[in-house]
């Protein structure tokens, strides 16, 4: 092949070289821009045991329109809660997982990928008298019982057994509407009447019209503690601890 044979050869090779590139070139500007998303939504708030000392188990709020509410047992500071947030867009702020003080109402806005965003307004609260008596009445299983004896005697001369018992899925304190809780523990049943108290406290007129009430150590949607201290006219004390789920 002589020099103006090759000269042409790779004249016409590379006009198609930069056809191609040509080519693929105006096929990638021609693809058309998406739409940056305008989601902006709060799909759920949990209070998780793990970040917030003083809670045994976490907590949800619960989310009407824009509004979220959250309501805590008594014994839990408001300020430097951290609350876990699942939400859908490009940030939020506060940041997430970050302590703030829940003692007034805290606002947070979601940004969506196109700059639009929405606020919601965080509400955290104590449970009321209300709120504790509705959560108590239901059917709540055994988790365990904890009970200790230092020459404690009942009235009608009855000796609680000190000891721990594990709950199987038989067990149940059922606090009904009816004014009755109805018992079942360690294949023994029995039932009394009780009263939930406004300081905190359950009294139960059992063993013999007598009042053995408790305190409510720990409450919430699934959980339960009661406690007991009691003093025996002869001077001896008995303590029991009643870990209860739902």
Excluded: H
Excluded at 33 to 56: C, I, R, T
Excluded at 93 to 113: G, L, R
Excluded at 160 to 179: Q, S
């Amino acid at each position: 092949m002589d020099n103006r044979r090759i000269k042409y050869f790779l004249a016409i090779s590379m006009s198609y070289f930069f056809c191609a590139l040509i080519s693929c070139s105006k096929n990638d500007n021609s693809a058309p821009n998406l739409p940056l998303s305008s989601e902006k939504k709060l799909n759920g708030v949990e209070f998780k045991a793990a970040d917030n000392p003083g809670l045994n188990e976490n907590i949800s709020g619960s989310i009407s329109g824009n509004s979220l509410t959250v309501k805590f047992p008594s014994n839990i500071s408001m300020n430097g809660l951290v609350p876990t947030i699942n939400f859908s867009g490009k940030s939020i702020s506060p940041a997430n997982k970050t302590p703030q003080n829940f003692s007034a109402p805290v606002t947070y806005k979601i940004t969506a990928e196109d700059g639009s965003f929405t606020e919601f307004v965080f509400t955290c609260s104590y449970r009321t008298f209300s709120d504790t008596t509705s959560m108590i009445k239901t059917r709540w299983g055994v988790i365990k019982d904890s009970v200790t004896n230092n020459n404690f005697n009942y009235p009608n001369g009855l000796y609680p057994n000190p000891g721990v018992y594990i709950g199987v899925p038989a067990d149940y304190y059922d606090f009904r509407d009816d004014g009755r809780v109805y018992m079942y523990e360690n294949n023994n049943s029995d039932n009394a009447p009780y009263q939930i108290l406004p300081n905190g406290r359950i009294s139960l007129i059992s063993f013999g019209n007598y009042n053995y009430e408790c305190s409510i150590l720990y409450l919430s949607t699934t959980k339960m503690t009661l406690f007991w201290d009691l003093t025996s006219a002869n001077g001896g004390r008995y303590t029991r601890t009643l870990y209860l789920y739902r």
